[in-house]
């Protein structure tokens, strides 16, 4: 089951709502729904690791072509936040 | 060439009242001074305590006086302060009967630059509308979970803290990429426009906030230019405006998918609240257990259903039936031979009584007596059955005792002596 922290937050978060409409549509097996069970309570850790460990990533698109007005050239660089006074 | 009263046969005279009515009615059909701007100098400004408001309109070469209601006074988003300035005003021009005075009527009034602006603002909007660059059915939702948002705002002013600030607070799993222009002056409108289109080229950026922060209409007229407005409707990626404004809406809002009163209400418009989903992802957590407990539960009654049938079809209930069955069978038969015991028991017991009335012995003990002939034992009933000598043994209740026949009587008068029955 590695592959569920290779998921998204929102992949996690979707797969997760479904599969709680899933099991609780009720018809399974039991070992189907063991095993759905144990998926979703591993997709909601997941989840709430992402939630908790999160740290906003902030970047800065800076122009390459600053002498061209139509460059399209663009690149990201690093983002210093502007302190104001 | 004096027009003479008496050189008219039929003169027509009018009343000042009719002819000012006539005049009144005049200018009031008259589309152009039913709806004009005028623009001038205000003076002999004046407020009424009814609260309305009287001036006079001026240029270098004419006046005109004017009156606004104390109606119209809510709805202007600018009052002279006075005398003294250039105004642009809107209203009608009617007549004051009882002065007979021509006077406008005001009921907008803008600063003189504003007003033009104004003018421009709304003839653009109206352009842009025709053209259907604010349809509805051009706006896009922006994903629920966005990942990449882009945020074109000055990368000095307010807007962007307060938008970083919402989505550290909100939402931080998202990834947020600048693209910083000016927001204010001549400037401003193309590197708006070119900051826009950079983010395109950025890659899966799934929604643009369009920010900054407050200001006054001038501050923020670059979010009325037409080449804003037009990259924020043709921008491939949502764009969400939040322009701080108090009342109007501006040109790129009327574009943008979205429009939020403030930055900070443009950040919380893309982004989910973490509390919210944190507050979720416990009830996702519950609904599984309760789901998986419930399913559990399902089979543990179908178990136990199961399990009492087999209890009915098992090899011990099997024995213990038929153990139960001997159990019955002997009973019944232990009933069967008791009651035929009884039945016989009570025959026997008929048989005694029936026995004991035919006991002889009985008989004899209340009076009578056996006669038999002494030798030969044969007992005497009757009395041919006898002759004279013939020795006879009499049994009594007690005993036996022999006597001797000394005469017969006639047979069937005397039975004194027969041994019948009694």
């Known amino acids: 089951m590695n592959e569920i922290d290779n998921l998204s937050f929102e992949e996690a978060f979707t797969e997760l709502e479904e599969l709680v409409q899933q099991l609780e549509a009720g018809d399974l097996t039991l070992d189907q729904a063991m095993a759905l069970f144990e998926r979703g309570m591993a997709l909601a850790t997941q989840c709430n690791v992402q939630l908790d460990a999160s740290e906003l990533r902030v970047q800065q698109l800076m122009s390459t072509s600053e002498e061209h007005p139509s460059g399209e050239d663009y690149e990201l660089g690093p983002f210093e936040e502007y302190l104001p006074d | ?117 104004h003018v421009q603002f709304e003839q653009l909007k109206a352009r842009l509308t025709q053209e259907g660059l604010f349809d509805e059915a051009r706006k896009r939702t922006p994903p629920p979970f966005p990942r990449r948002i882009g945020l074109v705002t000055s990368p000095a002013g307010a807007a962007l803290r307060d938008v970083l600030n919402v989505l550290r607070r909100r939402y931080p799993l998202v990834e947020v990429i600048l693209s910083p222009t000016q927001v204010q002056g001549e400037d401003a409108p193309p590197q708006i426009v070119r900051a826009l289109q950079a983010l395109s080229t950025v890659g899966d950026v799934d929604v643009i906030i369009l920010a900054r922060g407050g200001g006054s209409l001038e501050d923020l007229w670059a979010f009325n230019d037409e080449r804003v407005a037009r990259a924020v409707a043709t921008s491939p990626i949502p764009v969400v405006c939040g322009v701080g404004h108090e009342t109007d809406f501006t040109m790129a809002d009327f574009a943008a998918d979205l429009r939020a009163p403030t930055p900070s209400a443009a ?30 539960a ?37 009933a069967t031979i008791a009651h035929r015991l009884a039945l016989k028991r009570e025959r026997l017991s008929g048989l005694g009584l029936r026995l004991t009335t035919l006991n002889p012995n009985a008989t004899l003990a209340r009076g009578y007596a056996i006669v038999s002939h002494s030798d ?38 005397n039975n004194q002596t027969g041994g019948n029955r009694p």
């Open chain 2, 376 to 413: 030969g034992g044969q007992v005497v009933s009757r009395v041919a059955q006898v002759s004279p000598g013939d020795l006879l043994s009499v049994q009594v209740s007690d005993g036996v005792f022999r006597t001797a026949v000394q005469d017969k009587g006639e047979s069937a008068t």
């Open chain 2, 267 to 296: 950040a919380e418009l893309v982004t989910p609240d973490r509390d919210e989903l944190a507050r979720r992802l416990r009830l996702f957590g519950a609904q599984l257990r309760a789901a998986v407990g419930e399913s559990i």
């Open chain 2, 1 to 117: 060439m004096q027009p003479s009263l008496f050189a008219d046969p039929t003169p027509r005279v009018y009343s000042i009242s009719a002819i000012t009515t006539y005049i009144k009615r005049k200018l009031e059909v008259d589309l152009t001074l039913q709806n004009l701007w005028l623009e001038g100098e205000t003076s002999n400004w004046r407020q009424a305590p009814s609260g309305h408001v009287y001036f006079t309109l001026k240029d270098p070469d004419a006046s005109i006086r004017c009156v606004m209601w104390r109606s119209s006074l809510p709805r202007l988003s600018y009052l002279p302060a006075g005398d003294g300035e250039a105004v642009l005003a809107h209203g009608h021009i009617s007549v004051y009967e009882p002065s007979g005075q021509y006077q406008f009527y005001v009921d907008d009034l803008e600063p003189v630059g504003l007003g033009a602006l």
């Open chain 2, 298 to 334: 399902r089979r543990q009654r179908l178990l136990a259903g199961e399990m009492r049938a087999l209890r009915r079809l098992s090899p011990q209930t099997w024995i213990e039936q038929r153990r139960q069955r001997v159990d019955d069978l002997s009973r019944g038969a232990q």
